[in-house]
């Protein structure tokens, strides 16, 4: 199975002089074509650290990133641009990746070609990624308001999947939703990992949620990986404490087992 992305060494530190912290430790994880890797732990463990760093907004001390083989780390100006293109990060407001001013169908238009952004041009192409995310082809005359979140999140999720990426990035995208409507978002992604055999990389705080969701499964304690593994082995045999005291937390037959 190819590898997708491939993140070794990574070191990040925030901060100046006495303040400053280390605060990703040399993180290592590697995603598989066609599977979705979870990447857990609690809040300030360093999460959204590390999905920064990959997409190079947060610049990393140390460490090597790679996208089938090419390297994010060592890309400057267009190359950079290129490379960001084939790693798609939806964050968990949605307000944050799609303009309010900007109809669905305009939004899904600007990602399927920046230089072309045509409604009618595309019309095909959008009624195909709305129905990706279940969603109707008369959502594209609509505004961002006019959904609601966990529609706005799909929609968020389509606007990533116009770009065509070779990978997605979803920092707690379920994380503002309840219950019901997080079920509906991770029904999505997991009908959309089958048919278009997509490859993500999962963060959440939320073991529940990372268990419907992920094949494999990288504990985040502190800035460093504590627990690397496939989803049942991590379940079933943790090794490490913080990853018990992670599962002890994971309400017993919750709502998304
Ligand atoms: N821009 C920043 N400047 C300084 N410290 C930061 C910055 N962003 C995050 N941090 C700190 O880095 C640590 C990891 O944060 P973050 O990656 O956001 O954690 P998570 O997403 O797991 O909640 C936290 O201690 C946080 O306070
Ligand atoms: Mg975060």
Redesign the pocket.
């Known amino acids: 199975m190819t590898t997708v992305l491939q993140v070794d060494n990574l070191d990040v530190y ?2 100046h002089g006495r303040s400053r ?1 280390h ?1 990703l430790q040399q993180v290592s994880f590697a995603v598989k074509a066609g599977t979705t890797l979870g990447l857990v ?10 999905a920064k760093a990959i997409v190079g907004v947060v610049r990393s001390a140390a460490g090597t990133v790679l996208v089938n083989g090419a390297n994010i780390a060592g890309a400057r100006g267009r190359a950079l641009n290129a490379l960001r293109r084939r790693v798609q990060m939806i964050p968990q407001d949605p307000y944050a990746s799609l303009n309010p001013r900007m109809t669905v169908g305009e939004t899904l238009a600007e990602a399927i070609d920046p230089r072309r952004a045509s409604v009618r041009a595309h019309a095909g192409k959008i009624t195909e990624l709305l129905a990706l995310v279940a969603m109707d082809a008369d959502a594209s005359q609509r505004y961002p308001h006019e959904f609601s979140g966990g529609q706005r999140q799909r929609v968020a999720i389509a606007r990533a999947l116009a770009v065509q990426p070779e990978i997605i990035i979803a920092d707690e995208i379920t994380s503002a939703l309840d219950c019901s409507v997080q079920a509906e978002v991770l029904g999505v992604l997991r009908e959309l990992r089958t048919r278009l055999k997509l490859s993500m990389l999962f ?1 959440s ?1 939320d073991l529940a949620v990372v268990r419907h969701v992920c094949d494999e499964i990288a504990v ?1 304690y502190q ?1 460093r990986i504590v627990e690397y593994g496939k989803r049942d082995d991590v379940f079933d045999a943790p090794r490490h404490d913080y990853t018990r005291l992670l599962l002890d937390s994971v309400p017993d037959g919750g709502p998304l087992k």
């Open positions: 925030f901060g912290a605060v732990g609690e809040s300030g463990s360093g999460k959204s650290t590390t963060i705080h985040l800035g």
